[in-house]
Nanobody, 122 residues
Framework: QVQLVESGGGLVQAGGSLRLSCVAS????????MGWFRQAPGNEREFVAT????????SYADSVKGRFTVSRDNTKSTVYLQMNSLKPEDTAVYYC???????????????WGQGTQVTVSS
């Protein structure tokens, strides 16, 4: 069982930056690919970014490409999402998730955090 805890969300003005963190409860986090998803009110949860288990490969949704960067520190069992040039449409609850496969599909992720709210004001 993997427990994930996100932090770093908050209120920021458009154009600003935030860095989200996701800490895993197990040392074996290097076994898992990690993903970030987000869900805005009334919308389905959507893929944002993913990073492979060793950190050598990343993938992003088109809507965040060039603005967001996913990274990980397996020695700290932590995954990060650096978000720059934030837009009001980035407002959502952000979730991190763990998967045995490096994929972008939500249903392939086995473990989920509780989420952290990001609000971008215009």
């Amino acid at each position: 069982q993997v427990q994930l805890v996100e932090s770093g969300g908050g209120l920021v003005q458009a154009g600003g930056s935030l860095r989200l963190s996701c800490v895993a409860s197990v040392r074996g986090i290097r076994t898992y690919a990690m993903g970030w998803f987000r869900q805005a009110p009334g919308n389905e949860r959507e893929f944002v970014a993913t990073i492979s288990a060793a950190g050598g490969a990343t993938s992003y949704a088109d809507s965040v490409k060039g603005r967001f960067t996913v990274s990980r520190d397996n020695t700290k069992s932590t995954v990060y999402l650096q978000m720059n040039s934030l837009k009001p449409e980035d407002t959502a609850v952000y979730y991190c998730a763990a998967s045995f496969r490096w994929v972008t599909t939500r249903r392939e992720y086995d473990y989920w955090g509780q989420g952290t709210q990001v609000t971008v004001s215009s």
